[in-house]
C-alpha cells in the first residue's frame, strides 16, 4: 500500500521461467493497473522471494529476494512514486531471501532472518536511511543494531503474526 493509501505497488516474482523485474501499481479507486515499464523505468534486478517496506519519505525499499539459479541478492533498491523510478540504494552485508522486514519508528528498516541459498539465516540487518529523499544507505553494526535472544524459525507460519523478544528495538 502506497503512502495515498490507494495505490498499491507489486514488485518483481516469477513467471515461470525466472525471477523478473516488473513492476505494477494498481489504483484501487480507478480500479485499473499500471506497468512502471511503460512509465520507462522496472527494477534494476530482477528477484523473487524480497521484501518491500514503504519509507517515511514515500518511496518503497525493495531488498533481498533469489535470483533463477537461487542467487541471494545483495542489491536494494527504492521506487519514488512522485518519480515512477527505481534507484539503486546500496547492498546489505548478507544477501537473503523469505525474510521479513520491519520499518521502526526511526525510520531504519530491519531485515530479519531469512535464508541464503544454501543456509538458514536467524541474524539481522538494519538499514539506515536519512530524513531527506534519496539518502544513501549503510548496513552493519551500531548501537541501534537490533539483538534478537532467541528465533525457532520451525515455529513460524507465515499467516500469523510472531513475538520476537530482544532488546535495542525501537
Do not use: C
Not at 527504492?78 to 552485508?93: A, I, P, R, Y
Not at 549503510?138 to 535472544?149: F, L
Amino acid at each position: 500500500l502506497l503512502r495515498d493509501g490507494r495505490q498499491v505497488l507489486i514488485t518483481g516474482g516469477n513467471d515461470g521461467f525466472g525471477e523478473i523485474s516488473d513492476t505494477e501499481i494498481y489504483d484501487s479507486v480507478a480500479d485499473s493497473w499500471i506497468t512502471t515499464f511503460s512509465l520507462g523505468s522496472e527494477m534494476n534486478q530482477g528477484r523473487q522471494n524480497h521484501t518491500a517496506q514503504l519509507l517515511p519519505n514515500g518511496k518503497v525499499l525493495v531488498a533481498g529476494g533469489f535470483t533463477a539459479l537461487g542467487t541471494a541478492i545483495t542489491l536494494t533498491e527504492s521506487f519514488n512514486l512522485d518519480h515512477t523510478t527505481w534507484q539503486v540504494e546500496g547492498s546489505v552485508s548478507q544477501g537473503r531471501a523469505n525474510h521479513s522486514s520491519v520499518l521502526r519508528k526511526d525510520g531504519t528498516v530491519v531485515l530479519i532472518a531469512g535464508e541464503t541459498s544454501s543456509t538458514e539465516l536467524s541474524l539481522t540487518e538494519t538499514l539506515y536511511f536519512g530524513s531527506t529523499p534519496d539518502s544513501g544507505l549503510t548496513s552493519g553494526a551500531s548501537p541501534r543494531q537490533p539483538s534478537i535472544d532467541s528465533l525457532d524459525r520451525s515455529l513460524i507460519n507465515h499467516a500469523e503474526n510472531i513475538t520476537i523478544r530482544g532488546s535495542r528495538f525501537l
